[in-house]
């Protein structure tokens, strides 16, 4: 099996830029290669392309890490001040600003993380000593290239963000991914939350939306659901509501956290499971052990009269959730069709949803949102994942 080979983070590219500008300015000289030591000790060897007034760019390489700033310029100007003092930094042209507290970089700040500064700074001192400094970043194009991240959930708005904590990108893209989801359920639990939703994707967001209104706090999880239950619980959450596709969703009712399919199945088995529980002739269930797709075996269950089969897959779900959060939180199940209706709920489905939404009081003075137990009220219409 081929090695993936290791990337440069951008707060290494900046670390680089900046020693190269400094070095450019006390000795009247832009040198080709600069080294950079990173904070697990690997040192790096990075090129230099020299720009205009004593900036100095550095060509993003992810390695093999499927990173949208591969390949892309970080360039970085140092403006070295006469008297002593601190070093600053400011973002330029490409580079985010972070809006919302609960994250490293506080509101009105620029998104340009500790560690790439510490980096930065540690490398600058070695070349001006004492003397105080202005270090301005850019990345062009990073204000489109930062709509591809997380950075618009996280409130880090107009580019990118500065990253990086050891220095180096590990080709591992699910790794990268568990990082940005901790990122973001570590803002929300900082602002005080202590009640989720959690969704599979953009579609079972936008839908849960449409049925029921605004939530507290939304975060995509993928497919990482036990992970993010986990580490959500020991956050101090203890209201989660976990809301998708049934077809994504069933897998969790036989135990699996992980719903990658190159990490498990068992979607047709478990529906297969439920129907024979519920007395369904055998004829039938050979005939959804046959399906290839789960929305095949969901339309043939609807035609057979077994749709009441999805509310114990979605309770079961709900028992291995709560499991998984070590009975430390109430987890609750919701389950969309593939037209992005409601097609069944845990029994404590409604209970955790209150908790979630953002109160909407009717003149009554009670709540006026649609019960997720009565998939009658569902929307008409709504997006296939």
């Given at each position: 099996?081929?090695?993936?080979?290791?990337?440069?983070?951008?707060?290494?590219?900046?670390?680089?830029?900046?020693?190269?500008?400094?070095?450019?300015?006390?000795?009247?000289?832009?040198?080709?290669?600069?080294?950079?030591?990173?904070?697990?000790?690997?040192?790096?060897?990075?090129?230099?392309?020299?720009?205009?007034?004593?900036?100095?760019?550095?060509?993003?390489?992810?390695?093999?890490?499927?990173?949208?700033?591969?390949?892309?310029?970080?360039?970085?100007?140092?403006e070295i001040l006469d008297e002593n003092g601190?070093?600053?930094?400011?973002?330029?042209?490409?580079?985010?600003?972070?809006?919302?507290?609960?994250?490293?970089?506080?509101?009105?700040?620029?998104?340009?993380?500790?560690?790439?500064?510490?980096?930065?700074?540690?490398?600058?001192?070695?070349?001006?000593?004492?003397?105080?400094?202005?270090?301005?970043?850019?990345?062009?194009?990073?204000?489109?290239?930062?709509?591809?991240?997380?950075?618009?959930?996280?409130?880090?708005?107009?580019?990118?963000?500065?990253?990086?904590?050891?220095?180096?990108?590990?080709?591992?893209?699910?790794?990268?991914?568990?990082?940005?989801?901790?990122?973001?359920?570590?803002?929300?639990?900082?602002?005080?939350?202590?009640?989720?939703?959690?969704?599979?994707?953009?579609?079972?967001?936008?839908?849960?939306?449409?049925?029921?209104?605004?939530?507290?706090?939304?975060?995509?999880?993928?497919?990482?659901?036990?992970?993010?239950?986990?580490?959500?619980?020991?956050?101090?959450?203890?209201?989660?509501?976990?809301?998708?596709?049934?077809?994504?969703?069933?897998?969790?009712?036989?135990?699996?956290?992980?719903?990658?399919?190159?990490?498990?199945?068992?979607?047709?088995?478990?529906?297969?499971?439920?129907?024979?529980?519920?007395?369904?002739?055998t004829e039938l269930i050979r005939r959804v052990?046959?399906?290839?797709?789960?929305?095949?075996?969901?339309?043939?269950?609807?035609?057979?009269?077994?749709?009441?089969?999805?509310?114990?897959?979605?309770?079961?779900?709900?028992?291995?959730?709560?499991?998984?959060?070590?009975?430390?939180?109430?987890?609750?199940?919701?389950?969309?069709?593939?037209?992005?209706?409601?097609?069944?709920?845990?029994?404590?489905?409604?209970?955790?949803?209150?908790?979630?939404?953002?109160?909407?009081?009717?003149?009554?003075?009670?709540?006026?949102?649609?019960n997720p137990q009565d998939p009658a009220e569902?929307?008409?219409?709504?997006?296939?994942?």
């Open positions: 099996m081929k090695k993936l080979r290791e990337g440069v983070s951008t707060g290494s590219c900046m670390t680089g830029g900046a020693a190269a500008s400094a070095i450019w300015q006390t000795t009247g000289r832009c040198p080709d290669m600069v080294e950079v030591e990173t904070p697990i000790g690997k040192t790096l060897y990075l090129e230099v392309i020299p720009r205009e007034n004593r900036a100095c760019g550095i060509i993003k390489d992810a390695g093999d890490d499927p990173d949208v700033t591969h390949g892309s310029e970080v360039i970085t100007q140092v601190p070093i600053s930094f400011i973002g330029g042209k490409g580079i985010g600003r972070v809006t919302q507290e609960g994250l490293k970089i506080p509101p009105g700040d620029w998104a340009i993380n500790p560690v790439p500064r510490q980096m930065t700074e540690k490398a600058l001192r070695r070349i001006i000593g004492d003397k105080a400094a202005v270090v301005t970043v850019s990345i062009p194009g990073g204000e489109e290239l930062a709509r591809k991240t997380f950075n618009p959930r996280l409130g880090i708005l107009g580019g990118l963000s500065v990253l990086g904590t050891t220095g180096i990108v590990r080709p591992m893209s699910e790794e990268a991914m568990k990082d940005s989801l901790l990122a973001e359920l570590d803002m929300y639990a900082n602002q005080g939350f202590r009640e989720i939703l959690f969704v599979l994707g953009t579609t079972g967001e936008n839908a849960l939306k449409a049925m029921y209104g605004d939530f507290k706090c939304i975060l995509q999880v993928s497919n990482y659901i036990g992970f993010m239950i986990e580490e959500a619980v020991e956050r101090g959450f203890t209201g989660i509501l976990i809301g998708g596709f049934a077809g994504k969703l069933v897998k969790v009712a036989s135990g699996t956290m992980n719903t990658h399919s190159h990490v498990s199945d068992g979607r047709i088995e478990t529906i297969c499971t439920h129907l024979a529980l519920k007395g369904a002739p052990y046959d399906c290839f797709t789960t929305k095949s075996a969901m339309e043939l269950v609807k035609k057979e009269g077994y749709e009441r089969i999805w509310t114990d897959i979605a309770q079961k779900a709900s028992v291995y959730c709560i499991k998984t959060a070590h009975e430390m939180a109430e987890v609750g199940i919701i389950l969309l069709d593939a037209d992005q209706k409601l097609l069944a709920a845990s029994e404590n489905a409604d209970r955790v949803l209150a908790r979630v939404l953002v109160p909407m009081p009717c003149a009554d003075g009670a709540d006026g949102r649609k569902d929307p008409e219409k709504g997006e296939n994942p």
